[in-house]
Each structure stands twice: as structure tokens, then as C-alpha cells.
């Protein structure tokens, strides 16, 4: 176990390996790891933003059900009060409309029996100065007692 | 083993612990014992060869992973390649906190590189050491007993010196860059201690000089013997256990286990080691 001319060879292999491996080996290799390493680190950080992003969107989502459901609700609300406000009104409507035609029939009515009235007074009074002619046989002048006559026909 | 050759257990174990020697001898090439004269310029090719060709593996297979890396979603090899990446590049963060383009390949280099190297302690012994004996004496016509297979490298100690002095002249470099000449100087001279006295720190300086240069040298010389220690060694169990017979296989087993242990957690100490020291190396508060 001398030392001899071998370590001399050795040292230089192991110079050139070191070199080579410096040059041709080392480089590519960490690169590609390191490379990987931060693709990897890239992709879990997306993973994490779109995780956060997906709830985010589910909040969203459950908020605008909520909304959507609170204001459906409303409106179910509103339709309801604006039929019963109508139905109301109709019915209001559909009163006064009765009470307007019973009204009107009842004031023709009031006009028919008056108009009718008049003309049974007239024809009272026709029919009375009649009787009475035949009765007085004349002796009765028209036109002398037409006071009179007229004093009748108004207390018909 | 040559039939008919008086083999001992300990020229068994000898041969298993002698790498294969290349030199020149009076400017032809020579082989092993006939190297044994030559000194420093002998080459341990079996060294050389398995963990150039080990590192080479590494390269090859990392490479291939890093061409076709995608940020996409990976296949099951890139996800293993990205996982020895990941726990080197996690341990370069933790330790070193300077910006530095070199020490995260350097680790991983080191990581691999002598898991792998270390990986050959788990071959049984026996397996390609006689297989290369097998091919010298047909091939080449040599006694098998003369063909000398040492397949773990980090069993040389030519090897993990290297290494260790690689980090080491890195870690030199790295103090001077971040602390600049005189701030390396200052470091080595200055501590531990220090004092405002002036003609005392003077007198001081010798000392801290001698204190701060073993803790300095320690450092390579504790990363090249910590792993040439554990792998030699084990590599020495499994030759002995090897050498046992048949009751070696419940034995083996055992060790071979361990050893997957020792194996990986020997890389992963060099590597941690080295971000340590060359960290220590950048931080200038002393």
C-alpha cells in the first residue's frame, strides 16, 4: 500500500468526472426537479384558488336562491292583496251598479204611476162632469160652472 | 492456484491484496514483480481501470437520465436518478450556505463514484480475481498465480488519497477565494490563539501556525485512511471468510449484509465531509 504514479491517474479521472458531471449532468437534472417543484407548487396554489373561488360561487349562489325565493314570495304576496283589493271592487262595482239600476227602475216606475195617476184623475173628472151632466140635464152651463169643475178635478 | 502448487492462506490472502502493477523497466513495459524495484511510476491498473470504468458507468447513467429529464411527470429511472439527486442536493443546501456551482456535482460525483467502487466489495472475492487468472493462462499463457485482480478500488489507498487530495486542493482554493490570501494566512496564523497584544501574538504565531496546519492536513489525510480503513478491511474479512470452505456461506451472508451498510454509509460519509470541509473552507467566521 505505497503511493505511486495511480494517484496521480485517479486524481485526474476524478477531475474530469467532477467537470463532466459539472457541465453535463448536474445542470439538466435540478433544473427539471426544480422545474417540477414549481410547477407542482403552481398547481396547489391553483387547486386552492379555485376551491376558494368554488365557494365563493356557492355563497353567491345561495344568497341569489334566497333572494329569488324571498322576493317569489312577495310577489305571491302582492298578487294575492291586488285580487282581493279587486274582487272587492268588483263587488263594489257590481252594488252600486245594482243599487244605481234599481233606482233608475224605481224612479220610472214612480213616473209611470204618476203619468197614470194624472190621466185616471183626468178621466175621473171627465167621467164625474159626465155623471153630473146627466144628472143636471143641462142645467148645468159649462162654461158658468167650470169653477166649480175645476174645483173638483183638484180635489181628485 | 495452480493444482499441485503449495498455496498457504497467507500468500492467498497476499495475492488478493496485490493490485496489478504496470511500469517501464529500462523503456519497455513491465508487469507486477517486475515492478516491485521501480518506485513512484508504477500504475495499479486493475485500480485504474475498475474505477475509471466504474466512474465512467456513473456518468454514462446519470447522462442519460439528464438528457431525457422532463418537468413532466417521470419515468421510474429518472425518478431514481432524481432521488440520489435530491438527497445530495438537500445535504449540499443544509451544509453549505454559500453559492457555489462546483460542490453540489462534486458531491454527487463522490457519492456515486465510490458507492460503486465501494459496490465491488459485495462480488464475492474469489469470483472475477479467478476469472482473470482463468483468462491470463489461456489468453496470455501466464501462471494464473501471477495474474493479480483487485477489483475494489477503494481498497487503494492511491485512490482515496486522490480523492482526499482533491478535496483538498478544493478546499485550499475555496479559502483563498472567499478569504483571500492573506485572509487564508491569517486564519492559519491568527487561532486559536489570539490576542491583542501584539508582540505577544508574535510569539503566539508559531504555535497557532503549527496547531491550525495538523487540522488542516488531518482533514484529507483522516478522508483518504477513513475509507481505505473500512473498505481494506472488509474486503480482508470477506477474503478470510472466503478462505474457510463451505462454512463460509452463513458467514458471508452475514458480512455481506453489513457490508451494504459500510458500503453506502462510507460514500455518504466522504461525501458529507467533503461540504463539510469545503464549507468550513468558504465561512469566514472563524
Known amino acids: ?156 | 492456484m495452480a493444482a499441485g502448487e503449495e498455496l498457504t492462506l497467507s500468500s492467498h490472502i497476499q495475492h488478493h491484496l496485490t493490485n496489478a502493477k504496470m511500469c517501464t523497466v529500462d523503456g519497455s513495459v513491465a508487469f507486477n514483480k517486475a515492478c516491485s524495484e521501480v518506485g513512484f511510476w508504477t500504475w495499479h491498473i486493475d485500480t485504474l481501470a475498475w474505477s475509471i470504468g466504474l466512474g465512467l458507468l456513473f456518468l454514462w447513467v446519470f447522462r442519460s437520465a439528464a438528457k431525457k429529464a422532463t418537468t413532466g411527470v417521470p419515468g421510474k429511472f429518472q425518478c431514481f436518478i432524481e432521488m440520489v439527486v435530491e438527497l445530495v442536493a438537500t445535504n449540499v443546501k443544509d451544509t453549505y450556505h454559500g453559492s457555489s456551482k462546483l460542490i453540489a456535482p462534486l458531491a454527487l460525483t463522490i457519492f456515486v463514484w465510490v458507492f460503486l467502487m465501494n459496490l465491488m466489495d459485495l462480488i464475492p472475492v474469489d469470483f472475477l480475481p479467478a476469472f482473470a487468472g482463468f483468462v491470463g493462462e489461456q489468453a496470455l499463457g501466464m501462471d494464473s498465480h501471477d495474474v493479480y485482480m483487485k477489483i475494489v478500488p477503494t481498497t487503494d489507498v492511491n485512490l482515496t488519497a486522490a480523492l482526499a487530495i482533491g478535496v483538498f486542493i478544493l478546499m485550499i482554493g475555496y479559502s483563498i477565494r472567499i478569504k483571500g490570501v492573506m485572509g487564508f494566512i491569517k486564519e492559519l496564523t491568527l487561532h486559536p490563539f489570539s490576542t491583542k497584544n501584539v508582540p505577544l501574538q508574535i510569539v503566539l504565531i508559531p504555535a497557532n501556525l503549527l496547531l491550525e496546519t495538523i487540522a488542516l492536513v488531518a482533514k484529507p489525510f483522516s478522508l483518504a485512511l477513513r475509507l481505505f480503513g473500512n473498505l481494506y478491511a472488509g474486503e480482508m474479512i470477506f477474503i478470510l471468510i472466503g478462505a474457510i470452505g463451505l462454512a463460509q456461506l452463513p458467514l458471508h451472508f452475514v458480512w455481506a449484509v453489513f457490508h451494504i451498510l459500510v458500503i453506502v454509509l462510507q460514500a455518504f460519509v466522504f461525501m458529507m465531509l467533503t461540504i463539510v470541509y469545503l464549507s468550513m473552507a468558504s465561512s469566514d467566521n472563524h
Open chain 1, 1 to 156: 500500500m505505497t503511493l505511486n504514479a495511480t494517484l496521480l491517474g485517479e486524481l485526474i479521472a476524478f477531475a474530469v468526472f467532477v467537470l463532466f458531471c459539472m457541465k453535463f449532468v448536474w445542470p439538466p437534472l435540478i433544473n427539471a426537479i426544480e422545474a417540477r417543484q414549481k410547477k407542482i407548487a403552481d398547481g396547489l396554489a391553483a387547486s386552492d384558488r379555485a376551491e376558494k373561488d368554488l365557494a365563493l360561487a356557492q355563497d353567491k349562489a345561495k344568497d341569489q336562491l334566497k333572494d329569488a325565493k324571498a322576493q317569489a314570495a312577495d310577489i305571491i304576496d302582492q298578487a294575492k292583496k291586488r285580487e282581493a283589493k279587486m274582487l272587492d271592487e268588483a263587488v263594489h262595482k257590481a252594488n252600486a251598479e245594482r243599487e244605481n239600476i234599481l233606482a233608475i227602475g224605481r224612479a220610472e216606475l214612480e213616473a209611470e204611476r204618476n203619468r197614470l195617476r194624472e190621466e185616471l184623475r183626468k178621466q175621473v173628472a171627465a167621467l164625474a162632469v159626465a155623471g153630473a151632466e146627466k144628472i143636471l140635464q143641462r142645467s148645468i152651463d159649462e162654461a158658468a160652472h167650470s169653477d166649480i169643475l175645476e174645483k173638483l178635478v183638484q180635489e181628485l
